[in-house]
């Protein structure tokens, strides 16, 4: 009989070893197959219908391409900068969402209702609340008295508007995640603290931002990883432009499909999926180097 | 020096009342015990002496200061909660030190003071753990030691030892008295264990459903209880009780029976009786011995046999059951029958409404 189980753990598993077997066809057919299919295409110069070998080829032409360094950076801002807010903002509207305030529930609601519409929509929409003359946002800021910049205009700002909606969007999900984590905390450390003679204040810093420390590593985590990734936003608003001022990995490998070039594409796919792994990796053990002791 | 003093203490919470109107004085150095049932608001109570609750009306008076609206920290005072309450991430070091460092103290200062609890709690060994390294025993300790470090005038304790196992609780109970010895600060203590209660206390505070059912000292409350709620709860094993009628008075003397109890003489008050009046006898299982001329007869239904005393389930005519403890050991077989003495000087009168009948010491 095969023994699934590691031999490091010797204790006999409940479940037989095939009752695994329909969550690994499932697997294998609709993730593994791809991704080594994949890795297999960006090796090739792919038609659609015939593929012939040309090792790495793909690979040295992707990095030739003239604006791949650019979206390199932008993709890390866009993610450095998307998953910052959302977990600054994350953090202080669940604080904010679990205190006693008045029409809580209904605020939370509020806050989680972006999450659940499309993102096409969204950025349809914020394209139009950002045109530089017309839009709600700039019109606003008029009647203060502000010019307001050319939000997706401007090729220093696309990128960071374009981030921006993504946080609008995203927030949600981080608060959402927090709240649970601070609910979780027992209530009985603010009140120790509180006797301790300690301030709100502090006892946030000293209780709430150490002991949501699982939530932080979640939110920075997920918020990074969708950030490296991002594509149908920015496909959505800017196509990437002005020109080629806020493309990332993504829209690039998008144009280069839709030239026709799939096995280039593909070899840019690659590439995107081991910079994910190489920053996300040393990321998260880092993140998580210290809850050894917990 | 700072002894307390409850004035007719109310909390609701909403609509409902949980503290009824406390009133309790307590004197500098003394050791109080909050004891009753789950739910009778011990924790309430002594929450709002930490000032974690807010108090409904009443007054709270620690020292000579009114402290309804003084903030938890300027009270002086310090609380142990069952939970520890021991922050994961920090070491003990740091969590001995918490309280201090907030305060801003001086760095060698906070030093010294940290060793010295950790000293007096011979803890000194375990100052780098995390929490989660600790045993249930430890963390008890650690969370001790953050009390002291305050230097409070009061100490609070919410039962602190319902975490532990029997003998760690044994061990843990002496070493606050020893505690207590040692500072000789204010401590209340709340649990539900009336052994807890009565080996600690210096003062028991019996309450029920929000309202104080008697003060007193523990051996007072053993032999003296002011109502049968504080019989039944006060005592291990519960004390046994029984529907008796009165069959005579004479002067502080009167004779009660009953279909179990052919008749026994207690001294009582005996101003509102008359004859006839059915009223309950309250008898701890010591307090009963075998004897041929005994009063009480009875079955015998279970037998524990402890080697130094039996405990013994009596299956009486009526169909109730009372639980004795004989002396010494007894082999006795179930069914067998068993004649009893009722030792009438320790039995204690309830009139019908539950208050006890004893007479004037
Ligand atoms: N925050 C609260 N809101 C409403 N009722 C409460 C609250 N805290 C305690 N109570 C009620 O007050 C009563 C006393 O509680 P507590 O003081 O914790 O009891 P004890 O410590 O004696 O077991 C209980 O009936 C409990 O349900
Ligand atoms: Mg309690």
């Not at chain 1, 012939?52 to 866009?78: H, M």
């Not at chain 2, 609701?12 to 004197?27: C, E």
């Not at chain 2, 004390?239 to 002067?251: K, L, R």
């Not at chain 2, 029958?337 to 320790?346: P, T």
Request: proline share 4%.
């Amino acid at each position: 009989m095969a023994r699934v189980q590691s031999p490091a753990r010797s204790r006999p598993s409940t479940y037989p070893g095939w009752f695994f077997l329909p969550a690994a066809i499932i697997y294998g057919v609709l993730f593994l197959l791809p991704t080594f299919a994949s890795l297999y295409f960006s090796l090739t110069r792919w038609t659609l219908f015939n593929s012939t070998f040309i090792g790495l080829d793909n690979f040295a032409q992707f990095f030739r391409e003239p604006f791949l360094i650019k979206g390199l950076i932008n993709t890390v801002i866009y993610a450095v900068v998307s998953s910052g807010l959302k977990v600054v903002l994350g953090l202080l509207l669940a604080v904010l969402l679990t205190s006693q305030i008045a029409a809580r529930g209904y605020l939370r609601s509020v806050v989680f209702f972006p999450v659940l519409v499309s993102t096409v929509g969204v950025g349809i929409t914020f394209t139009v609340l950002m045109h530089p003359t017309q839009g709600m946002i700039n019109e606003g800021l008029a009647m203060l008295g502000i010019k307001g910049p050319g939000w997706l205009v401007d090729p220093n700002l696309a990128l960071i508007s374009v981030a921006l909606v993504d946080v609008w969007k995203g927030v949600g999900l981080a608060t959402v995640i927090y709240i649970a984590g601070i609910v979780a905390i027992p209530q009985d450390y603010y009140e120790a603290a509180r006797i301790d003679g300690s301030t709100p204040w502090q006892s946030f810093i000293y209780v709430t931002l150490p002991l949501c420390r699982p939530a932080t590593v979640t939110v920075i985590t997920l918020s990074f990883i969708g950030g490296l990734r991002t594509f149908d936003l920015i496909w959505a608003m800017t196509r990437g432009g002005p020109g080629f001022a806020s493309d990332t990995i993504a829209s690039v490998i998008y144009k280069q499909y839709q030239a026709g070039f799939y096995g280039l594409s593909t070899a840019g796919n690659v590439v995107l999926f081991v910079l994910i792994g190489v920053l996300v990796v040393p990321l998260t053990m880092l993140l998580n180097r210290k809850e050894g002791h917990e | 020096m700072a002894g307390l003093e409850l004035k007719a203490l109310h909390k609701t919470y909403g609509q409902v009342p949980v503290i009824k109107g406390v009133d309790l004085s307590v004197s500098h150095g003394e050791f109080v015990v909050f004891v009753g049932p789950s739910g009778c608001g011990k924790s309430t109570l002594l929450r709002m002496i930490a000032g974690l609750e807010d108090i409904t009306s009443g007054e709270l008076w620690i020292g000579d200061r009114l402290c309804n609206a003084v903030e938890p920290r300027d009270r002086g005072i310090a609380m142990v909660f069952q939970s520890y309450a021991l922050y994961p991430h920090m070491t003990v070091y740091d969590n001995v030190g918490f309280g201090l460092k907030l305060a801003r103290t001086d760095k060698a200062e906070r030093d010294r003071k940290i060793r010295d609890a950790a000293r007096i709690l011979q803890m000194e060994h375990l100052l780098d753990r995390k929490p989660s390294q600790l045993s249930g025993g430890q963390r008890q300790r650690v969370a001790i030691g953050r009390a002291i470090v305050r230097q409070p005038e009061v100490f609070l304790f919410d039962e602190p030892l319902s975490n532990l196992d029997a003998a760690l609780r044994v061990d843990m109970r002496m070493e606050l008295a020893k505690l207590h010895q040692d500072l000789g600060s204010t401590m209340i203590y709340v649990t539900h264990d009336q052994v807890e209660a009565m080996t600690l206390a210096d003062k028991i505070v019996v309450l029920n459903g929000g309202v104080v059912q008697q003060v007193g000292a523990p051996i007072d409350l053993y032999q003296r209880p002011a109502n049968l709620f504080v019989a039944g709860f006060i005592g291990s094993p519960k004390m046994n009780f029984a529907e008796v009628s009165v069959q005579s008075i004479n002067g502080g003397m009167v004779t009660v029976a009953s279909k179990d109890i052919s008749a026994v003489t207690v001294a009582a008050d005996t101003k509102s009786l008359k004859v006839g009046d059915r009223l309950t006898l309250g008898v701890r299982p010591h307090h009963l011995s075998m004897d041929a001329s005994g009063t009480l007869v009875g079955g015998v239904s279970l037998v524990e046999r402890l080697g130094n005393e039996t405990n013994v389930s009596l299956r009486l005519p009526s169909g109730a059951t009372w639980l004795v403890v004989l002396d010494g050991d007894h082999n006795l077989r179930p069914a067998q029958a068993l004649q009893l003495a009722i030792d009438a000087e320790k039995v204690v009168l309830f009139d019908a409404a539950g208050q006890s009948l004893l007479a004037a010491m």
